[in-house]
């Protein structure tokens, strides 16, 4: 019942990221949020397409082609589809030399975010720089680099 719930309340995302000025980070947020499920979302999008006119038929399965190769684009350019973040909560105490705290999930959050909004490439090098500053905000210090 979890995928059928997650499916019909992301029902109408797709539809929002048709137009022009949807931001890759929109696109990178549904496809995160779907997951592996993304292509059940567009078929479920497809099938509930319940006008009889063929002209608006036509248009509807048109846009979601759209959102279909916005979407092929933006994983191809950031890897987002089943993401990871690319340094791990066991990395960020290694890094800082501290034990499990709420730090940790601070910077795993402030990692996805930062990666998801397009402000962080979604590889290790970028992320690890990301961290240190951050850390250091937080009043962290490096200390196994």
Do not use: H, W
């Not at 092929?72 to 589809?81: A, L, Q, S, W």
């Not at 990395?91 to 975010?113: L, R, V």
């Not at 990666?115 to 951050?134: D, H």
């Amino acid at each position: 019942m979890k995928y059928v719930k997650k499916l019909v309340m992301m029902s109408s995302r797709p539809i929002a990221v048709v137009t022009d000025d949807a931001t890759d980070s929109a696109l990178r947020r549904l496809l995160f949020d779907a997951g592996e499920d993304f292509e059940d979302l567009i078929i479920l999008c497809k099938a509930d397409i319940t006008t009889k006119n063929e002209k608006k038929q036509r248009r509807f399965k048109q846009n979601f082609e759209v959102v279909e190769q916005k979407i092929k684009d933006v994983e191809e350019r950031d890897r987002v589809r089943n993401f990871q973040p690319p340094i791990s909560g066991e990395q960020i105490m290694e890094i800082f030399g501290i034990s499990p705290g709420k730090e940790i999930g601070i910077i795993k959050n402030a990692i996805k975010e930062a990666i998801l909004e397009g402000e962080v490439e979604n590889n290790y090098n970028s992320a690890l720089e990301f961290v240190i500053n951050l850390g250091k905000e937080l009043n962290l210090e490096p200390k196994n680099i």
